[in-house]
């Protein structure tokens, strides 16, 4: 029986989250302890049939809604793939990656799907990053509404990258870091609903522009100036620049308590800088921190409340 594996990492946003929405730079990098992993084997029974055990699914691809993104991305490579059926297929999803926690589980799932799918069907140019990143978008427009294009960047490309959303192309550079860079991500334990908190910032936006215009351009600063200081392997600098990135989150109302608490701790426990990463309300924290602080902070962000840490390295 024929067998495909493929996987797609998890992710966290640097710097410039909400902004890059509006257009402004972002910086995100993919968090490889935790991955989206999809297997697709050859089937008995006519149909695509889609297993996702960690959230209890089990659906027929013929019998999916259109708004099952997962489904969607079966169609959507199928349709590039111009085949008019699919042979019998079992896809199985398993991901490690906590869901609605900012760390781009949907994305990393739809990608490693995509990735599988086209590679067991002999599609190569279809496996290929530049389309699972672009067909990886495309779902995620189901989860998501108008997505920057960030997250299926990231872990279509597995590597940190500055971003700018622009029409007709996004401009993608992958970025050189100038020395190793330690992260801790710190989940909350809340789920955040990106969609939910990325319209209710545009609402905002809308009603209030001479207050979240001005919000956003600083986030985009903050990102260009975050860029050289990764490039030059200046943490110092890179912490600052996530705590000033924070309190502007804090402005545009996407942290809580929860998120507070975690980033307060974590600077006083030692990190260079913290921040909340993602769409906010809930989800993830990261501490940027020395290789010899990693374990104190780790304890104390534990101590604070964080249900799981996860320890990354950019280099």
């Given at each position: ?44 029974t ?93 779902v ?7 997505p ?55 609402r ?29 392997g ?6 600052t ?75």
């Amino acid at each position: 029986m024929g067998r495909t594996t493929a996987s797609a990492p998890g992710k966290v946003i640097l710097y410039g989250e909400h902004a890059v929405v509006y257009g402004y730079p972002a910086i995100a990098a993919p968090v490889t302890q935790v991955r989206a992993t999809v297997t697709v084997c050859d089937g008995d029974t006519p149909g695509v049939r889609l297993l996702a055990p960690d959230v209890g699914r089990d659906v027929w691809v013929a019998d999916a809604r259109e708004d099952d993104a997962l489904a969607a991305a079966v169609r959507l490579v199928q349709q590039r793939a111009g085949l008019e059926e699919l042979p019998p297929l079992v896809i199985h999803l398993e991901s490690t990656i906590p869901i609605a926690g900012g760390l781009g589980s949907g994305a990393a799932s739809a990608a490693a799907v995509i990735r599988a799918l086209a590679m067991h069907l002999q599609q190569v140019e279809l496996s290929s990053d530049a389309a699972v990143c672009d067909l990886t978008y495309l779902v995620e427009r189901i989860h998501h509404g108008t997505p920057s294009g960030i997250d299926n960047t990231v872990v279509a490309y597995e590597r940190p990258v500055y971003f700018v959303r622009r029409h007709p192309e996004n401009r993608i550079e992958p970025l050189v870091v100038g020395r190793p860079v330690h992260l801790l991500v710190g989940d909350t334990g809340l789920r955040s609903a990106t969609h939910a908190v990325v319209s209710d910032v545009r609402r905002r936006w809308q009603e209030e522009p001479e207050r979240f215009a001005p919000l956003f351009a600083a986030c985009g600063a903050i990102a260009e100036e975050a860029r050289t200081a990764l490039e030059a392997g200046d943490l110092a600098r890179l912490g600052t620049l996530m705590d000033e990135n924070h309190r502007r989150l804090q402005e545009m109302t996407v942290s809580d308590p929860a998120l507070d608490r975690l980033v307060a701790v974590a600077r006083d426990a030692g990190a260079l800088g913290a921040k909340l990463s993602g769409a906010g309300r809930g989800g993830n924290m990261i501490a940027l921190v020395e290789s010899e602080q990693i374990e104190e902070v780790r304890q104390a962000l534990l101590s604070a409340g964080a249900v799981q840490i996860l320890a990354s390295v950019l280099a």
